[in-house]
Every structure is written in structure tokens, then in C-alpha cells.
T-cell receptor
Framework: DGGITQSPKYLFRKEGQNVTLSCEQN?????MYWYRQDPGQGLRLIYY???????QKGDIAEGYSVSREKKESFPLTVTSAQKNPTAFYLC?????????????FGQGTRLTVV | AQSVTQLDSQVPVFEEAPVELRCNYS??????LFWYVQYPNQGLQLLLK??????LVESINGFEAEFNKSQTSFHLRKPSVHISDTAEYFC???????????FGKGTRLSVIA
């Protein structure tokens, strides 16, 4: 089945530690995105990538980093510089940002800092 | 930059009653418009979209939305809701350019038996 796979579904992190969230897609999409969801705030864009080896900051990129070494994969690292990392993280993909007819979403990763 | 306003954060409604979830966007340029639905602890699923053509678009489960360019609105409606429609609904906009979707803050629809 084609789709987007995020792992793990739940993640716990100690303060001061970096953690990497995985996102893989087999839809052959060029564009991939990371959004953060907090109650009552909707989805806010962290980073996006339009093509392999290229990515751009979104609205709330501070404290996060990404890489795009393969078309299928767009991992997100939450660094210790992110002051309030507890949230629900959603990965998405689309054919491209220039033809943004639909974005497909993964099932999300819930990150909790303990 | 685009912005999306969902005017109601929560909408309670009795089963089999009609519902309207409101969405307004900021830009008057040509846009693509979307409604997504999210069930608890899950990702977002596309409900319906407006790309071009008829301003009234429908989903397979009875929802519809109408694109109104003059009012920059894309309100979501259903004539008779079911318990299973209880979820959070997000309106989103793309300016057809080289930018990602911009989402509203969501409306939580609660259907009461």
C-alpha cells in the first residue's frame, strides 16, 4: 500500500536530549513537510523540502533540524534547543509544492518530554 | 502571506441536525482550498478540495463546501450529522505557488446523541 509511515507513534525524551522522528513515503512525491500540532493552535509548519538535498525553514524552525538525503525519507530532529518540544508531530507529502493539489499525512508521532 | 481563520473552535450539534463549519482565508489571488478531518491521535485525512470549476464540492460521506471568492470563504456543511462525524476539522489554503499548505486552527465538531 502506498502511503506515509511515521515512527515511532509515541516517543519519550528526557530534557536536554536530541531525538529523531522518522518519516518515510512510497508515493514518489517530491515535496515533504513537517508540521507541529498543539491543542487549539492548528498545524504549524516546521520545515519542508521540495526536492532531495534541499529544504526550507517554515514558521517555527528554531530548535529543529532536518535532512533530505533520499526522496523517500525526511527525518526530523528535535534538538535540546527546542524549549517546548512536547507536541504531536505530523509528516506530510505532496507531488510538489508547485502543484499542491493534495497533501497526504502520516499517523503522527506524539513526543513527550519527561 | 496566506492565513486561514476558522471562526469556531468548538461546535456541538445534535445527531441528525445540520451543521456549518466556517472558514475564511486572507488572499484574493487564485487559491486551492481544502478541508481535512482528524480523528483522535491520528493524522489528517482529506475530506474535500476546491481546485477549479464548480464552486460547490462534495465528499463521499455527505459533506459539501462552497467556494465564495468575493467573501474569501470556504464553509463546510452537512445537512444531517452522525455520531461518527465527531472529529476535528481543518481548513487549509494553497496559493497555487511554490508554498506549502497553510492551516486554520481547527474546529472540533461534537455530535450529541
Amino acid at each position: 500500500d502506498g502511503g506515509i509511515t511515521q515512527s515511532p507513534k509515541y516517543l519519550f525524551r528526557k530534557e536536554g536530549q536530541n531525538v529523531t522522528l522518522s518519516c518515510e513515503q512510497n508515493l514518489n512525491h517530491d515535496a515533504m513537510y513537517w508540521y507541529r500540532q498543539d491543542p487549539g493552535q492548528g498545524l504549524r509548519l516546521i520545515y519542508y523540502s521540495q526536492i532531495v538535498n534541499d529544504f526550507q525553514k517554515g514558521d517555527i524552525a528554531e530548535g529543529y533540524s532536518v535532512s533530505r538525503e533520499k526522496k523517500e525519507s525526511f527525518p526530523l530532529t528535535v534538538t535540546s534547543a527546542q524549549k517546548n518540544p512536547t507536541a504531536f508531530y505530523l509528516c506530510a507529502s505532496s507531488i510538489s509544492t508547485g502543484m499542491n493539489t493534495e497533501a497526504f499525512f502520516g499517523q503522527g508521532t506524539r513526543l513527550t518530554v519527561v | 502571506a496566506q492565513s486561514v481563520t476558522q471562526l469556531d473552535s468548538q461546535v456541538p450539534v445534535f445527531e441528525e441536525a445540520p451543521v456549518e463549519l466556517r472558514c475564511n482565508y486572507s488572499s484574493s489571488v487564485s487559491v486551492y482550498l481544502f478541508w481535512y478531518v482528524q480523528y483522535p491521535n491520528q493524522g489528517l485525512q482529506l475530506l474535500l478540495k476546491y481546485l477549479s470549476g464548480s464552486t460547490l464540492v462534495e465528499s463521499i460521506n455527505g459533506f459539501e463546501a462552497e467556494f465564495n471568492k468575493s467573501q474569501t470563504s470556504f464553509h463546510l456543511r452537512k445537512p444531517s450529522v452522525h455520531i461518527s462525524d465527531t472529529a476535528e476539522y481543518f481548513c487549509a489554503v494553497s496559493d497555487r505557488g511554490n508554498t506549502p499548505l497553510v492551516f486554520g486552527k481547527g474546529t472540533r465538531l461534537s455530535v450529541i446523541a
